[in-house]
């Protein structure tokens, strides 16, 4: 295969654009912590009840700060990555203690809530795809999912489906309380 290389001795100054685009994003960074100090505690679980009062909701919380690994694959600073993970974590053990979220992923909904919550994780592979942790997780909560993970039932094999619209880390859901 031939390869072509091409060399440039003439510069110019960066476009407007990308200009404004590094402005905003210098001002975002510095604007996610402010975020974060007012809405979570010293620990990262949110300024909010002691208690969780129904079914919905988990997802929410991770909605909070789902683009902020987005955000920072696409310039956002090292430490508000850092922040992201650290928030999801808090999340997660928020809501665990509220009974929603179990064994790190949550406990009983629908399919399109648990896609709203884990948008968040699925841009942490995006951000840094090497994280061990985050494909044991992957993994992890995969097999709840294929038939590899026995208090997550979630999978009928002989009929090929997910045994329920309502289904996570717990297995299927089949009363529902809405």
């Known amino acids: 295969m031939q390869r072509t290389v091409i060399h440039s001795q003439a510069t110019c100054p960066p476009p407007a654009w990308a200009l404004a685009q590094r402005h905003l994003i210098d001002k975002m960074n510095a604007a996610a912590p402010v975020y974060q100090e007012r809405y979570t505690?010293?620990?990262?679980?949110?300024?909010?009840?002691?208690?969780?009062?129904?079914?919905?909701?988990?997802?929410?919380?991770?909605?909070?700060y789902h683009n902020w690994p987005l955000f920072y694959t696409l310039g956002g600073s090292a430490d508000l990555h850092e922040?992201?993970?650290?928030?999801?974590?808090?999340?997660?053990?928020?809501?665990?203690?509220?009974?929603?979220?179990?064994?790190?992923?949550?406990?009983?909904?629908?399919?399109m809530h648990h896609g709203e919550s884990s948008i968040y994780f699925y841009?942490?592979?995006?951000?840094?795809?090497?994280?061990?942790?985050?494909r044991a997780r992957t993994l992890r909560f995969a097999g709840f999912?294929?038939?590899?993970?026995?208090?997550?039932?979630?999978w009928d094999a002989e009929h090929r489906m997910i045994r329920s619209p309502s289904n996570g880390s717990r297995g299927p859901r089949f009363e529902y309380y809405w």
Request: proline letters at 3%; aromatic letters at 20%.
């Open 145 to 154: 999912y294929m038939g590899e993970d026995d208090e997550a039932a979630n």
């Open 123 to 134: 841009y942490f592979g995006l951000a840094d795809p090497a994280r061990l942790r985050d």
């Open 41 to 64: 505690r010293s620990d990262g679980t949110f300024v909010w009840r002691q208690e969780w009062p129904g079914f919905d909701g988990s997802d929410d919380g991770y909605e909070s």
């Open 83 to 111: 922040r992201s993970r650290t928030l999801w974590e808090a999340v997660t053990a928020q809501f665990t203690g509220y009974g929603q979220v179990w064994r790190e992923f949550d406990a009983n909904y629908d399919w």
